[in-house]
């Protein structure tokens, strides 16, 4: 089993910056990406940000890029999310997610709990 937990989010001003953590723990086999989604009310999860193991590039949501940066530290199975420049519309609860890869090949997907970020003056 994989647990993820997060950190970090809260209230912050309009072109204020916050930082997510999330790391994982449990029997991890072999990781293909560890990222982050977001999800508002009435609205599906979206993709903000994902490190793909040995995958060159992060990818990006194209509402965030040159405001957020995604990183990880291998060591400690932890990802983060560098937010700056936040605005209002980023707004949302945003989840970890990770992608592993079992002994047999099969992909299984994990989520965290999820973490509040709010953006108001």
């Known amino acids: 089993q994989v647990q993820l937990v997060e950190s970090g989010g809260g209230l912050v001003q309009p072109g204020g910056s916050l930082r997510l953590s999330c790391a994982a723990s449990?029997?991890?086999?072999?990781?293909?990406?560890m990222g982050w989604y977001r999800q508002t009310p009435g609205k599906q999860r979206e993709l903000v940000a994902a490190?793909?193991?040995?995958?060159?590039?992060?990818n990006y949501a194209d509402s965030v890029k040159g405001r957020f940066t995604i990183s990880r530290d291998n060591a400690k199975n932890t990802v983060y999310l560098q937010m700056s420049s936040l605005k209002p519309e980023d707004t949302a609860v945003y989840y970890c997610?990770?992608?592993?890869?079992?002994?047999?090949?099969?992909?299984?997907?994990?989520w965290g709990q999820g973490t509040q970020v709010t953006v108001s003056a």
């Open positions: 997610n990770l992608e592993a890869v079992s002994g047999l090949m099969k992909t299984y997907t994990y």
């Open positions: 449990g029997s991890i086999f072999s990781i293909k990406s």
């Open positions: 490190h793909i193991t040995g995958g060159g590039r992060p």
